[in-house]
């Protein structure tokens, strides 16, 4: 007895051992492909970010010297013979301005040569001498040290993005808009500035006088129909579907057919703007109230699903005690239940809102891809939008219009990141955890 009690022992030894060997093993593998996991997710990561990172670089070593503008100062003389039997602003400023330069280059004496020279500077320098004057009429007579902007291929030069050292006809300054330029700089009449006018003034066909305060202007009203309007319609629409709405078939169909809409390409909405509110209704083409109310109709089923999932959220312990203490069914919802879900539904607000902001595709069907000028002053002004106000610039083929593009990109940028940190910070600050 004693040999086959030891026997079985030996064998109840050797199976379990082979059983830990077998389970070692497996671990073994196991905590191998873990770590093999984790890898191929920081390396996932690392390659993410160096590619957004790229992204980024790309686009501030482009754009950020549209920040600053080159300007070249004038002795501007308002000659009085230009004023005599003309208003202020029936005078020719042109000539005042060809006189400031021709002092300034006294040998210069050709028609060509001197066209040349003229075009060093910005034909927005006219209406800025005009401007001077209006503002004070008491310099007429009189000498006024003036600094104004230079033209774009100028401005090109100095910041570097003109390569001087190419032959001539391969760069569009020539040998001698590169000695007049030289000379400015060596008489100190040639300095870099901050650019006022990019964020000062709308779009224009000249690069040193394009800005962006128009395209920021446009896409606030926009924004501000479409937050006056997708915000109460979207938690409406929540609220009723997740605690009023009884559960059946077309509620079903409902609910499908929101989180389809989620996923509809935006140049749908573009379409169904264009085809009821401007050609049905009538509506202004090309106007932020149109605007808002196709980024609405694109941003209600983000609202409507993030407020519905904030509404889950909160626990059914909340309901059962309103309604346990005798509150109806409306002061559950209001007084209890949406208190709790609102910093969620603000979050996806935020966040809806910002992806209003990037949209392109469907205010292009609607006419927001006009060449604007003027700064819009309501909500039925014509104007555009900042991502199709970039969109115009990319397809220019002047340099410094690729600037203006990245600088304009990146004050998008500096937008759409604000508004998802303050999402985040709200979601942070006010959810609470159950």
């Known amino acids: 007895m004693n040999r086959i009690s030891q026997s079985i022992d030996n064998a109840v030894r050797s199976n379990h051992s082979r059983t830990i060997d077998i389970v070692n093993r497996g671990l073994k593998r196991r905590y191998r492909a873990e770590r093999r996991f984790k890898i191929y997710g920081v390396a996932a990561i690392i390659i993410s ?3 957004l990172a790229l992204l980024f670089v790309n686009i501030v070593g482009k ?3 549209a920040f600053q503008q080159t300007e070249i100062k004038l002795d501007v003389f308002f000659d009085p013979a230009e004023f005599q039997d003309k208003l202020a602003s029936d005078a020719n400023y042109m000539a005042i301005v060809k006189d400031s330069m021709s002092r300034l280059f006294p040998d210069v004496s050709g028609r060509q040569d001197k066209r040349a020279l003229y075009g060093l500077v910005s ?4 209406f800025q001498v005009r401007n001077i004057l209006l503002e004070d009429r008491r310099l007429i007579g009189k000498t006024v040290p003036v600094w104004v902007p230079a033209d ?8 570097g993005h003109m390569d001087r050292r190419l032959p001539e006809d391969q760069r569009r300054l020539k040998d001698q808009h590169l000695a007049w330029i030289d000379q400015l700089d060596a008489d100190g009449r040639l300095r870099k500035a901050l650019n006022h006018s990019f964020f000062t003034k709308g779009d224009s066909r000249e690069p040193e006088l394009a800005g962006i305060w128009g395209a920021m202007m446009g896409s606030f009203f926009a924004l501000v129909v479409t937050l006056l309007l997708s915000f109460p319609i979207g938690v409406a629409a929540a609220v009723y579907l997740e605690e009023f709405a009884p559960k059946n078939r077309w509620t079903d169909i409902i609910e499908v057919n929101i989180n389809n809409l989620a996923a509809v390409p935006s140049i749908v909405f573009g379409l169904l703007g264009l085809a009821v509110f401007i050609n049905l209704f009538g509506l202004p083409r090309s106007a932020p109230l149109v ?7 694109m941003t209600l ?7 519905r999932a904030s509404l889950k959220s909160v626990p059914p312990s909340i309901r059962e005690a309103a309604l346990g203490v005798g509150a109806s069914k409306n002061q559950m919802v209001f007084h209890h239940v949406l208190p709790l879900a609102l910093p969620g539904m603000l979050t996806g607000t935020i966040i809806g809102m910002a992806q209003a902001l990037g949209e392109t595709a469907p205010l292009l069907m609607i006419g927001m891809v006009a060449f604007i000028v003027d700064i819009p002053g309501g909500f039925t002004d014509p104007s555009t939008v900042l991502p199709v106000q970039i969109y115009l610039w990319a397809d220019s083929p002047e340099r410094a219009f690729v600037e203006r593009t990245s600088a304009a990109i990146m004050v998008l ?6 508004m998802n940190a ?11 955890r159950w």
């Open 301 to 307: 089923p983000t609202i409507i699903i993030a407020s």
């Open 123 to 126: 034909t927005g320098t006219v």
């Open 413 to 418: 940028l500096a937008f759409l990141i604000t």
């Open 291 to 297: 605007g808002g109310l196709v980024l609405t109709l």
């Open 152 to 159: 774009d291929d100028v401005d090109m030069l100095v910041k």
């Open 49 to 51: 970010l160096g590619f």
């Open 63 to 65: 754009g950020y010297t």
């Open 422 to 432: 303050l999402a985040v910070v709200l979601r942070r600050r006010f959810e609470k």
